[in-house]
């Protein structure tokens, strides 16, 4: 592309830092996305095998955009903000010198922008970098596990409106991935009588490990778990859960799961809403791991009282996305985006 606008993700930012230090092996760009008076943009930093640069870019535009989203779901006043480091092809030979060259970026922008860990980031490499900068956040933090109590207490209002009751105990459930935060979600419903639970995963270790510890569970191929008549339906691994394919195969009432990026295209929501089944976007359903990371930011120390507490926001902004769909018949993704871009708009004007 001739510009770093000219990305099909460009949703006029208002900063493209480009990343470059070519002796530690350093490539890859941050994205600012919205930014409020008095406030930094949050957003973590994620380090992949990136094919083109152009695909990093549009990823830390794209990913930065649903950060303002997320920030406005659960009740927060940060812009968003997403950093993407291409992961060198003879990988990172030293990690110190990596990480510093990368933080001197950080540090260049002055508190605008606070970045903890994404995917390919280890706890270890969060550390390092807190070492090199004051703006990094999420060490010692349970982010998947709130990001997972977060998804439970958007199916317990998905399954209100459903059944006017909460309770998951009679209820049926598919959980697509059961690494970090899909094995933290199987353990939270299960400790609210969840038994009706099919699950897949590719690490076939795992899941025999969970169907040792709860012999009730259903393991699942990973080509099929969509496919299963459940009430609610939770993709908690990869990317386009819900893509071409396996729209058409799924046979739930309801969407509501950790995975980013879950529908392949937009038009995937419309067919979704045009089946009756309620999807509730991943940036609302996946909001809690933002909250616990903010509540470091904001006291120094995460405490799991005040998280809890800011988590009934993810459950109110659910809520409200539900009421709206009755009243206005529109399609739940396209409803959020609008609730979200109100919040937004009010925060900068």
């Known amino acids: 592309m001739d510009t770093l606008k000219d990305s099909i993700e460009f949703d006029h ?19 600012i996305h919205r930014k409020i008076e008095g406030q930094p943009s949050l957003g973590a930093t994620r380090l992949w095998k990136y094919e083109k640069d152009s695909d990093a870019l549009d990823d830390a535009l794209r990913l930065a955009h649903l950060m303002s989203y997320k920030s406005m779901a659960s009740g ?30 950080v540090n260049e922008l002055h508190g605008d922008f606070v970045t903890g860990s994404d995917v390919g980031m280890s706890p270890e490499d969060v550390q390092l970098m807190s ?6 956040v999420g060490s010692n933090v349970r982010s998947n596990y709130f990001t997972s109590l977060g998804v439970l207490y958007a199916i317990q209002v998905v399954l209100q409106d459903m059944f006017d009751s909460p309770d998951v105990s009679n209820r049926t459930f598919a959980i697509q991935g059961v690494g970090n935060t899909g094995s933290n979600l199987l353990r939270l419903l299960i400790k609210h009588g969840a038994k009706n639970i099919y699950i897949s995963d590719i690490n076939e270790e795992v899941l025999k490990k969970l169907q040792h510890e709860f012999p009730f569970l259903i393991i699942i191929p990973t080509q099929d778990i969509h496919k299963q008549k459940v009430d609610v339906f939770s993709p908690c691994a990869l990317s386009h ?23 392949e295209s937009r038009n995937m929501g419309d067919m ?8 509730v976007p991943d940036y609302i359903a996946n909001s809690g791991g933002l909250i616990s990371v903010a509540d470091q930011y ?15 926001q993810l459950k109110s902004t659910v809520e409200d996305l539900i009421l709206r769909r009755k009243k206005d018949k529109e399609v739940t993704h396209i409803l959020a985006d609008k609730m979200m871009e109100e919040r937004l708009s009010a925060l900068l004007n």
């Open 13 to 31: 930012h208002i900063r493209i830092v480009p990343v470059e230090n070519t002796s530690v092996g350093l490539k890859g760009y941050i994205a």
């Open 76 to 105: 927060f006043s940060y812009g968003g903000a997403k950093a993407t480091l291409i992961y060198p092809e003879g990988g990172i030979q030293d990690k110190h010198a990596y990480f510093k060259a990368y933080t001197n970026y």
């Open 131 to 136: 070492s090199f900068s004051p703006y990094i």
């Open 241 to 263: 859960a819900i893509n071409t394919k396996t729209i058409h195969e799924l046979d739930c009432l309801a969407i509501v799961g950790s995975a980013n990026n879950q529908l």
């Open 272 to 279: 979704l809403h045009e089946k009756g089944i309620i999807y």
């Open 298 to 312: 904001e006291h120094g120390e995460a405490d799991d009282n005040r998280i809890v507490k800011k988590l009934d």
